[in-house]
């Protein structure tokens, strides 16, 4: 059981918080020298607690809560409600903190940097390294993952992207704006800003030269970097707050182009009947799916004209980055690089009219976490288990079919 402990505990460290050693990788292309100095300032670690806000602040100004910034910002609130960033701290990491916390202490903290990165939401601090009680811990806050404070604010100054016309400066004296104005920078418009938690450094896992989690790397040497695509420009369209992913099948489908053709109209039973699948990722600026819980599955299979699948016709592949739970290694990297294609070139003798290709894509964006999950219940998930049940549960939810067609043969 101790063996298991510490191996999932490294599981969870290199999967959640490998980022905490990440180095500034600033392509030259992208931010302007002032904006890297201003990354490299805003993530130089966990954010360290506001303090204590200005006398003049009304209560709402005071507040660290999502809802106190909704109230002005809306739009904003809605979006992040619906968003992965706001369930960054859900069942799945709750539930392990509970028993890693007193196992693993210095791992649980680390959960933090990423998934819920404002001081006030974390019970303890490292200082000077010495772990203290925090006394500014808000346990309303501590579940509600990446907040807005965890972008836009530092010592109780708020910061933001340049208006829509690319202008910075206030317009008016800023001691006459709500909260004291903001602090606008082109930073929040660069895909540099999303590598501290999405990019891991030279320190983290690796595999085959590739860090676990490569996305900025990966963005790096896309052709949507080499056409000036930002991470913000397919995650924060219009500057939306959703940060859609893998898991939204309107976003992925937005993605890719998916093209299944026959070799030719029509065979002859006894012929050996042809068809190509190919996906192209034109629109993803990164390796396809990017990280390692994810996996996408093609299945392609002939099927009769009484519509019964035809023993021996199915073909199967993984489109994925595939780790054993352990990450002891790579099994395998069949992902779509970017600007990449996947081919699958499909064969089979047909014996009969009516005879069709039936070819499927399925999602499931949980894969890894799935059967992480699964172990964890029959192990070390102690107090945190019912956090850990819900986590699966949602988890063996969320798979759906991308695409499906089928193709007439004979």
């Avoid at 670690?45 to 009304?58: E, H, V």
């Avoid at 998916?258 to 050996?272: K, N, T």
Wanted: aromatic share 6%.
């Amino acid at each position: 059981m101790r063996r298991t402990e510490g191996l999932l505990a490294s599981v969870i460290l290199a999967l959640a918080l490998a980022a905490e050693a990440a180095e500034p990788v600033l392509p030259d292309v992208a931010a302007t020298p002032a904006e890297r100095t201003f990354i490299e300032r805003h993530w130089r670690g966990s954010i360290p607690p506001q303090g204590a806000p200005p006398a003049r602040f009304s209560p709402i100004e005071r507040s660290l809560q999502p809802e106190a910034c909704g109230a002005c910002h809306p739009v904003q609130l809605g979006d992040w409600q619906t968003s992965l960033h706001a369930r960054s701290m859900g069942p799945g990491v709750m539930g392990q903190l509970v028993e890693m916390r007193r196992r693993e202490p210095a791992t649980a903290r680390s959960c933090a940097r990423c998934h819920a990165p404002v001081a006030e939401q974390r019970p303890e601090l490292l200082e000077a390294n010495r772990v203290v009680t925090n006394p500014d811990f808000d346990v309303t806050l501590e579940s509600r993952g990446i907040i807005c404070a965890s972008c836009h604010l530092r010592g109780r100054e708020h910061f933001g992207p340049p208006r829509r016309d690319g202008s910075t400066d206030s317009r008016v004296s800023r001691e006459r704006l709500p909260h004291g104005g903001v602090t606008r920078t082109g930073a929040f418009l660069r895909a540099e800003f999303c590598a501290s938690c999405h990019q891991f450094g030279s320190e983290g896992l690796a595999f085959n030269g590739k860090p676990l989690e490569n996305t900025f790397s990966e963005w790096r040497r896309s052709p949507a970097a080499r056409r000036g695509w930002q991470c913000q420009h397919c995650h924060m369209p219009d500057r939306r707050h959703l940060w859609r992913g893998i898991h939204d099948p309107e976003m992925v489908r937005g993605g890719l182009d998916i093209v299944l053709r026959a070799g030719r109209e029509r065979y002859r039973a006894g012929e050996a009947a042809r068809a190509t699948l190919v996906i192209t990722t034109p629109r993803v600026g990164h390796a396809f799916p990017t990280y390692v819980t994810p996996q996408v599955r093609v299945k392609a299979e002939l099927r009769d004209a009484a519509g019964q699948v035809v023993a021996g016709s199915v073909e199967e592949r993984v489109i994925g980055r595939q780790v054993p739970l352990d990450l002891s290694r790579e099994i395998a990297d069949t992902r779509i690089p970017p600007g990449g294609r996947f081919t699958l070139a499909y064969s089979r003798r047909v014996d009969g009219p009516g005879w069709r290709l039936y070819v499927t894509i399925t999602v499931l964006p949980d894969e890894f976490y799935t059967r992480f999950f699964e172990v964890l219940l029959t192990s070390v998930a102690g107090a945190g288990e019912a956090d850990i049940r819900r986590a699966l549960e949602a988890t063996r939810r969320s798979p759906y079919t991308l695409y499906e067609k089928e193709l007439p043969l004979s």
